[in-house]
T-cell receptor
Framework: ETGVTQTPRHLVMGMTNKKSLKCEQH?????MYWYKQSAKKPLELMFV???????ENNSVPSRFSPECPNSSHLFLHLHTLQPEDSALYLC?????????????FGQGTRLTVV | AQKVTQAQTEISVVEKEDVTLDCVYE???????LFWYKQPPSGELVFLIR??????QNEISGRYSWNFQKSTSSFNFTITASQVVDSAVYFC???????????FGQGTTLQVKP
């Protein structure tokens, strides 16, 4: 059983839809992350939350809106997406944001924008 | 600037062969951390190992071994006697002690044929 759970696993949405991705971690970690993985590209860090506070926004378009109500939950709200936003969205958590702490990942949400 | 390069895009071997996955990194930090992750078809990134910049001791874990060479900025990963279950995408990553950002390489797709 993974310590980081993402739902849904697959999502197909139209460009005018609004949807949300959910991530939950059961590891007692304080930091949570959203990554985007597109075909033939390195993983791109999108957002970082540390103790529920956003500490990094990696120039992500405003059509992606993160929310972190507590250290165990992280959401990514999506609206008016573009086809090029189709990708695997990975959530991760770590005990701390820096140093010698490894990140643990969920299985991702495969998003297709039509 | 920090960068991780995995020059091998795809590798195909036959079961029981040994295979080495290359990773070269760039950083100006004196303290940093290197990681390897495995991404099976299910999508989840599985943490394999962390190495601190001040610890150049190589490590062996079962069929896996890692060779950290600070002089050449490399952190290579060898799988001995490969198995079909080793088929996955493998990512090398670098975290700076200053920024805390976890930067990934492009990944190497390993296919182990029976």
């Amino acid at each position: 059983e993974t310590g980081v759970t993402q739902t849904p696993r697959h999502l197909v949405m139209g460009m005018t839809n609004k949807k949300s991705l959910k991530c939950e971690q059961h590891l007692g970690h304080n930091a949570m992350y959203w990554y985007k993985q597109s075909a033939k590209k390195p993983l791109e860090l999108m957002f970082v939350y540390n103790f529920k506070e956003q500490t990094e926004n990696n120039s992500v378009p405003s059509r992606f809106s993160p929310e972190c109500p507590n250290s165990s939950h992280l959401f990514l709200h999506l609206h008016t997406l573009q086809p090029e936003d189709s990708a695997l969205y990975l959530c991760a958590s770590s005990r701390l944001t820096g140093g010698a702490t490894e990140a643990f990942f969920g299985q991702g949400t495969r998003l297709t924008v039509v | 600037a920090q960068k991780v390069t995995q020059a091998q895009t795809e590798i195909s071997v036959v079961e029981k062969e040994d295979v080495t996955l290359d990773c070269v990194y760039e950083t100006r930090d004196t303290t940093y951390y290197l990681f390897w992750y495995k991404q099976p078809p299910s999508g989840e990134l599985v943490f394999l190992i962390r190495r601190n910049s001040f610890d150049e001791q190589n490590e062996i874990s079962g069929r896996y071994s890692w060779n950290f060479q600070k002089s050449t900025s490399s952190f290579n990963f060898t799988i001995t006697a490969s198995q079909v279950v080793d088929s996955a995408v493998y990512f090398c990553a670098l975290r700076s002690s200053n920024t805390g950002k976890l930067i990934f390489g492009q990944g190497t797709t390993l296919q182990v044929k029976p």
